[in-house]
């Protein structure tokens, strides 16, 4: 087989290929199967010419004339698939009623083709030629007149598809023409040189451009993703300009060093083409860069769209942190900008697996929402295929069901693209973009560009909810801070204030200035606290303590907490804390109400201890008449009555110090003396119940600092609730020790007890089990014992007694001298 027979066999097998692959990819699409027809053509034309190449000289004359009317029907191929792209459901009866000329055209020139005049002789100059030699009649001029014609009209029915298209069929239409023309015009030019200059055999690369004619317009009608002819044309010029510069480089620094180093070296061959590798190698790159620049100008449409110079504006945009509405409006501009398109609608996942409109520019106008379900064939197949689908893309591919519910969905939405936006591996929201205005196509640079676009913006559209949510949970933060009534600071681990809310302004008496200034900058005794809580690492609760303004000193009760990062590490601390001005006054105010209470209580009982002497210094008075005159009942008397006086003065006093409202007054106080105070001022109640006292003062040392008469309230509310707890003939047992710096005292009874439910609220204001108590007594008590520093706790089973467990810090004795 000679080099003609291999180029046709090649070509034969190509075209066959090709045809079939572009029929194969979507069997159902008109203008695939009127391709397929069209290589059919082609191939009749090949195969005769193949044939032609085995035949003796007798038969090289008829081959000859087939070749030549097969080749007349090739332009009938173009123009039906021209009309298939202009009218896609054109029927076979319409269409061949539309090229009804074209056909009786092509018949005509190929019964000429027949004729002596058209071809008078073929045969072989010599027998290593393997194209043979024809002498052509007077019609040959018919037959070139004819392609002429042809190649006219062909570019008069794409100007008029042109035209009158938009889109798809405008590109398709371009594509058919460039591959045709380019194919026809060299073909020709190829042919009629061979014949004018003799060189027949030139003509043997003629099926090369059919095979190329094929290439273009398969590429055009079946890549589902294909680019704009001017950037196809661009990039092909490319490639041939590279190749061809490339070739001159080697082929130059081969020569210079051959030439050069002829007479150093003997033999320069390696040499050579070592050099002249390295000089292609070395020149790729600037002959790329050249290439792409002047090509670019060659085809200056192209120019429009500069991929990088997109993405890097688009990188403008998504790197400005705003909310969601302003970053899509500012995309929508964007893309209509830079695209052209008509209509911009974005699709986001809904809760129920559907994806929703959720924005529209320009917007609908009160239109329906687009709305695509879980389910949707489109949503699958981006999902699928990771890329986008335009309405073309989806009408080149095989018609599956999934495909035409795809194509239905699309039509229904009228977008011509739909891009996905992923992140994370999972499709986020969906993109549909309308016709340009232009009315050209997304083409395949297009669409990878909005595919990467797309990605970024669901990138930035997560930066921007969570920037808004950012935004939502710090003003919400700051007006819950704010609604509190509780001051919050916050302290970073630099130990500068982060957070101080009005609450806290107010208390402090500062302003909202000492944000982010040392924690220095807050009340002293704030400071000790919060640097006590960094130093240690440990959390405080319930402190009471006082900050001083310069206008007065305000009691507030502190807790603060360390809190740390992941890692463990400090972040800061937090404090909060209240002022405790007007509770401080309503304790005061519900201990002079319970010490009121208590009064009326023990005047009770001290009627009778009054009513005692009182009964002997009228016995003595009434007796006095009859026995002034005796000097030893006088005596007598007078001690008795001074006695008696003094033991009621002494039992009005102690009641007159216990009612005196007096402000707590913190001093070195013997607290032994303080109970045996407060039992005598219930020693009578104690009488009338048969009450047992246990008196245990065991401690050592019972000096505290104190306010006696407070002590003695909360001691004497203690001792009234155990009295009235138990029934006659029990015990009250009344206990001190000391342990770790503290004086323990524990008042226990052996009354009915307190269920565990209920000793969670003892020491609640108006929290009472008895059916006539105020339930004010224990509040009272603790409040004083925690004033004085100290603790109070309960301890009881239903039916076995209670126990009051009170500790204060024990006092030095240093302080007792210095007192004194």
Not at 145 to 166: D, K, Q
Not at 381 to 398: G, H, K, V, Y
Request: proline share 3%; charged share 20%.
């Amino acid at each position: 087989m000679n080099t003609f027979q291999s180029i046709i066999f090649v070509t034969i097998a190509g075209n066959a290929i090709v045809g079939l692959l572009v029929w194969l990819s979507n069997p159902e699409r008109k203008l695939n199967r009127y391709f397929l027809l069209t290589t059919f053509l082609i191939t009749n034309w090949l195969s005769c010419m193949f044939v032609i190449t085995f035949q003796a000289a007798e038969n090289l004359l008829f081959w000859t004339r087939q070749v030549s009317a097969a080749a007349v029907f090739l332009p009938v191929g173009f123009f039906i698939l021209q009309s298939v792209i202009s009218s896609p459901e054109i029927t076979l009866k319409s269409l061949l009623y539309k090229i009804r000329y074209l056909l009786i055209a092509a018949i005509t020139v190929a019964v000429i083709c027949q004729t002596k005049s058209f071809v008078t002789t073929t045969y072989f100059s010599n027998p290593s030629e393997t194209v043979p030699l024809s002498e052509y009649g007077a019609t040959f001029i018919i037959y070139i007149l004819y392609f002429c014609a042809m190649v006219v009209g062909m570019m008069i029915s794409v100007r008029r598809t042109f035209l009158n298209s938009s889109g798809v069929q405008r590109i398709e239409s371009q594509f058919l023409l460039l591959g045709w023309l380019f194919s026809f015009s060299f073909g020709l030019i190829l042919y009629t040189v061979s014949i004018i200059a003799g060189k027949q055999e030139a003509s043997r690369f003629l099926p090369l451009f059919a095979f190329i004619m094929d290439g273009f317009v398969a590429y055009g009608i079946a890549t589902r993703r294909i680019l704009s002819v001017s950037v196809f044309a661009q990039r092909f010029v490319a490639y041939i300009l590279s190749a061809v510069y490339l070739v001159i480089i080697y082929v130059a620094a081969e020569w210079l060093i051959a030439t050069g180093f002829n007479y150093v070296v003997p033999d320069t061959t390696y040499l050579s083409h070592l050099v002249a590798a390295l000089a292609v190698a070395f020149s790729m790159i600037p002959a790329h860069n050249w290439v792409q620049r002047f090509s670019c100008r060659l085809f200056s449409t192209s120019n429009h769209f500069d991929a990088d110079r997109i993405l890097n504006e688009a990188e403008l945009i998504f790197q400005e942190v705003s909310t969601e509405e302003t970053l899509m409006e500012s995309f929508s501009d964007f893309i209509s900008n830079t695209f052209r398109t008509t209509r911009m609608v974005l699709l986001d996942l809904s809760n129920d697996g559907s994806y929703m409109e959720r924005y529209s520019y320009p917007e609908s106008n009160g239109t329906t929402q687009l709305r695509l379900h879980s389910g949707s064939s489109l949503i699958h197949l981006i999902n699928r295929d990771r890329q986008s689908f335009t309405a073309d893309t989806l009408e080149r591919m095989r018609a599956t069901p999934l495909v035409q519910q795809a194509r239905q969905e699309m039509n229904e939405s009228g977008a011509v693209i739909a891009i996905g936006c992923f992140l994370h591996k999972e499709l986020k929201m969906v993109v549909l973009l309308y016709p340009k205005k232009s009315g050209s196509i997304y083409d395949l640079r297009e669409q990878r560009t909005l595919e990467r676009l797309c990605n970024q913006l669901c990138v930035a559209l997560e930066n921007a909810q969570l920037y808004t949510k950012a935004q939502n949970s710090k003003i919400y933060n700051d007006i819950l801070l704010d609604s509190l009534t509780s001051g919050i600071i916050a302290i970073n681990e630099t130990r500068c204030i982060t957070v101080f809310n009005q609450c806290a302004q107010l208390i402090t008496r500062l302003n909202d200035d000492i944000l982010n200034q040392p924690v220095e900058q807050l009340p002293e005794e704030l400071v000790d606290i919060v640097n006590h809580i960094f130093d240690s690492d440990t959390a405080v609760r319930d402190v009471d303590t006082f900050i001083q303004t310069s206008e007065e000193r305000i009691p507030i009760r502190v807790s603060g907490s360390v809190f740390h990062g992941y890692t463990g590490k400090q972040l800061g601390v937090l404090l909060v804390f209240s002022d405790m001005t007007h509770l401080r006054k309503m304790e005061e105010k519900i201990r002079r109400t319970d010490r009121l209470a208590s009064i009326g209580t023990l005047s009770a009982g001290m009627a009778h201890e009054i009513k005692n002497p009182l009964v002997t210094v009228k016995t003595f008075t009434e007796l006095l008449p009859e026995q002034y005159d005796n000097p030893e009942f006088r005596g007598t008397f007078v001690d008795l009555v001074q006695q008696e006086v003094r033991r009621i003065d002494s039992i009005v006093n102690r009641l007159l110090n216990f009612a005196r409202p007096a402000k707590a007054t913190l001093k070195p106080t013997k607290l032994h003396d303080v109970i045996d105070n407060s039992i005598r001022l219930v020693e009578q109640q104690l009488n009338n119940k048969s009450i047992h006292l246990n008196r245990q003062l065991k401690a050592t040392s019972d000096l505290v600092m104190a306010d006696a008469e407070q002590i003695n309230q909360a001691l004497i509310n203690l001792f009234m609730n155990a009295i009235q707890a138990m029934s006659p003939n029990g015990t009250l047992t009344i206990v001190t020790a000391e342990q770790e710096n503290m004086l323990c005292i524990a008042v226990s009874d052996t009354g009915c007890g307190i269920s565990e439910e209920q000793q969670k609220y003892v020491f609640d204001p108006f929290f009472s089990t008895k059916e006539r108590g105020v339930g004010l007594g224990l509040s009272v008590s603790h409040g004083i014992i925690n004033e004085h520093l100290g603790r109070i706790s309960i301890e009881s089973k239903k039916g076995e007694g209670t126990t009051f467990h009170l500790e204060l810090p024990l006092a030095d004795e240093k302080e007792e001298i210095l007192s004194e």
